[in-house]
Each structure stands twice: as C-alpha cells, then as structure tokens.
C-alpha cells in the first residue's frame, strides 16, 4: 500500500505537487493520471525517496521507503526507461542489480521470458529501441518480486502489442495482490488498464474513484435509439425530467428512462425499434462531463513525456 499525505513539492517558484492524498491500495490497478506537467512524476520521485517533500509526506506499506531494508525487493519501480549501462547487454545488466539482493541467475532468466527479451538478452542495452528498453527497464523492476510496483507512463515508446501487453502484465500483477500504480497521461490507455483511477492535475487530486464509478456517475442513464419513426417516439416518451437529443439521422439519445421502459411505451404505442442501446461514456467523455475540463488534457496528449 502506498500512502501520500499532504504532499507538496516546490521548485524554486514551480509547485509541482500541490498538497496531494490518496492512497494506492493493493489487488487493483491503479491509474495515476493526468496532463503532462501535473505533478505526477514528481509524486512518483517523493514516494520512492529520490526526492524530498516540501510538506506532507510518503509512505510504502507505513514507513518511508528510504528506510526499507531491501529496497528494489520491496518496491519495484519504472521511472527513466533508459536508467542502465548503455554498455552492459541486458542479461549482465539484470544479474548486476539482482547480484546487490541475492536474485540468482534463474530468477534473471524467468524476468527476460517475462518481458519478452530472451532473444536479445545478450545484446547491449544501448543498442534497443525505446520499447525495449522499456521492457528492460520493467524487468528491472520486478526482479525482486516486489509486493508493489510503480509505473511511470510505461507504454511510452511501446508498439500496439507492448502496449497490450503491459495491460495485460499490470492486470496480472494485481491479481496476484499486489499494489500497481501506473502514470499516463492518455486517457484511452488509462481506461483499458486501470481499476482505479487518480486524476491530477496542476498537482492537485482532481478525482479519486473507482474506474467504473467514475464513468457510470458521468454516463447516467443514456439511452440511445434508433427508429425509424423516431419523431412519433420521442412525442411518446416526453415527460417531465426527460432529455430527449437527436443524435444523427432516425437516432436520440435519452435521458431519464430506462432502455426497459422506453422499449415497453414503444411497443405500447405500436413503434418499431432498430435499436435500443444503454450508452456508456468513454473516460475522456465522463470527465469532461464531470469536472467542467478542469484540467487541459488536449494540448498535451500530442506530446510525449521525456
Ligand atoms: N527537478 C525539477 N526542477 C524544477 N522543476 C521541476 C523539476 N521536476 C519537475 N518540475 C516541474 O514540476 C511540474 C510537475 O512535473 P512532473 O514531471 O512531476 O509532472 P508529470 O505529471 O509527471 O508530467 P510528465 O508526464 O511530463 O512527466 C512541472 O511544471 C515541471 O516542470
């Protein structure tokens, strides 16, 4: 578990972190998300004690994590893609940090077969490309079998199916009770991995809640119908409290009734249906719709972090 509280970081004049709480619980993902600028690898920095908080403080599974013993057996973290010896391949890169905390030699093969870097394990780790050097840097992190693990923006740099697989990687580690917490800055990632999300922006907590709570409170029910009569039955459903939209050509989207009931008045009034469908928001549509786009997501989703 992962606890921040409190937490403010300054630079200089930069607020980077802006009086953070919450708490990263284990057996789900959790996603940290936010534009890029929003504080949150400086977060990611003061919990892993590479950074010290202005105010407020940190803690991995109730005390700092600069004072665990094993740290890296503790912790296992993803923060620069690229932080190994250019030189070394990538099999010697890993049996030197596993050499530091007694990982042998076997456990350095199985996280390569993890990570899918078996076949390139004995080229320099300057020769990858960032996608790999992603993977190495995730081997990295979960050599030592860590109970909690942090991500930052790890599918940077990775290709359709690396992106898949650090979902489908990040799901595992949940399931088998562990506490993953994964930055991003893209939305549509976000929604696909997590289980929680924890929005930031401006390096304050915008949104703190699970995925499907925060998409089903955006959603509401809306309820989206095609008919080729559609004008007669939104004559039908009218009603006080009911919003009525047209969506495209023969389509509306209601709200205020249930897809149920507006099949039972359709059939009543003898109307035929095409379609009759309960939409549910993406995450970027819910939060929009939620915080009033407190927080600028578009001008930075072109841009990838460093
Ligand atoms: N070492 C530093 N010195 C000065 N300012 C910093 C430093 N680290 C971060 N900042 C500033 O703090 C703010 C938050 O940055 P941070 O990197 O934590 O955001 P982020 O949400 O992780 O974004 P990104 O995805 O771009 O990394 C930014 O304005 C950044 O310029």
């Known amino acids: 578990m992962i606890e921040v509280e409190q937490l403010v970081k300054r630079y200089g004049t930069t607020t980077a972190v802006d009086g953070m709480t919450f708490t990263v619980r284990p057996g789900r993902v959790t996603g940290f998300l936010g534009p890029n600028g929003a504080g949150k690898s400086t977060t990611m920095r003061v919990i892993l004690g590479l950074d010290r908080p202005t105010s407020g403080r940190a803690l991995v599974d109730g005390m700092p994590y600069a004072d665990s013993r094993a740290p890296i057996a503790h912790v296992g973290a993803l923060l620069d893609g690229k932080a190994f010896d250019r030189t070394r391949s990538a099999r010697n890169h890993l049996r030197a940090v596993g050499a530091t905390v007694g990982v042998g030699n076997r456990r350095v093969d199985d996280v390569l077969d993890l ?15 960032l996608g790999m050097g992603q993977r190495l840097g995730i081997a990295t992190a979960l050599l030592a079998d860590p109970p909690v693990v942090m991500l930052d923006e790890p599918v940077n740099g990775l290709d359709p ?11 595992q580690l949940a399931a088998e009770g562990r506490t993953v917490f994964i930055s991003s800055h ?18 304050k907590v915008i949104t703190d809640q699970p ?10 029910e809306r309820v989206e119908v095609a008919a080729p009569r559609v004008a007669d039955l939104a004559r039908a459903i009218a009603g006080p409290g009911i919003e009525i939209s047209a969506a495209e050509e023969g389509v509306i989207e209601v709200r205020g009734l249930t897809a149920a009931r507006i099949g039972e008045v359709a059939a009543e009034s003898g109307i035929v249906l095409h379609q009759l469908a309960t939409r549910r928001l993406s995450l ?12 600028d997501f578009h001008g930075h989703t072109e841009r990838t972090s460093a």
């Open 115 to 129: 990570v899918g870097l078996t076949d390139v394990a004995g080229k320099a780790a300057g020769s990858f490309s």
């Open 161 to 171: 199916d690396g992106i898949k697989w650090i979902r489908a990687l990040a799901r």
């Open 186 to 203: 893209l939305m549509s990632e976000m929604e696909l991995t997590a289980d929680h999300l924890i929005i930031v922006g401006h390096g």
């Open 284 to 295: 970027e549509e819910a939060f929009m719709t939620l915080t009033d786009d407190a927080v």
């Open 211 to 220: 995925m499907t709570d925060f998409i089903d409170q955006a959603s509401g």
